[in-house]
Nanobody, 116 residues
C-alpha cells in the first residue's frame, strides 16, 4: 500500500503562513499531487493540484494565496499557504493519483486552524 503522511498543520493567525508537506512512500514521478480540505460540517473540496509536468490548478478561493509544488527527488508534495483567512480552517488532505493505473492514495489529514 502506498502511504501518504501530511505534516505542517497547526494554529496560525489571520494573515499568517504555513507550509504543508506530504511525504509519499514511493516515487512520485508518475503521479498527480493534490491537496484537498474539509472544513467542519462542509464537504471536502479540492484546493490545488499539480500534474506530472508541473502544471498547477487552484480553487478560486485560494488562488493567489496558495502555491502547490513538488519535489520528485524527495517524493514530496507541498502546499505553501500565505495570507491565511479564517475560512481556510479545515483538515487538509494530501492525495496522490497514479495516472497510469488511475489509482488514488490519501493521507490521514492535518488540521489547519486560522484564528486570532
Amino acid at each position: 500500500q502506498v502511504q501518504l503522511v501530511e505534516s505542517g498543520g497547526g494554529l496560525v493567525q489571520p494573515g499568517g503562513s504555513l507550509r504543508l508537506s506530504c511525504t509519499v512512500s514511493r516515487n512520485i514521478f508518475g503521479i498527480y499531487g493534490s491537496w484537498y480540505r474539509q472544513a467542519p460540517g462542509k464537504e471536502r473540496e479540492l484546493v490545488a493540484s499539480i500534474t506530472t509536468g508541473g502544471s498547477t490548478n487552484y480553487a478560486n478561493t485560494v488562488k493567489g494565496r496558495i502555491t502547490i509544488s513538488r519535489d520528485n527527488a524527495k517524493n514530496m508534495v507541498y502546499l505553501q499557504m500565505n495570507n491565511l483567512k479564517p475560512e481556510d480552517t479545515a483538515v487538509y488532505y494530501c492525495n496522490a493519483r497514479d495516472v497510469i493505473r488511475d489509482m488514488h492514495y490519501w493521507g490521514k489529514g492535518t488540521l489547519v486552524t486560522v484564528s486570532s
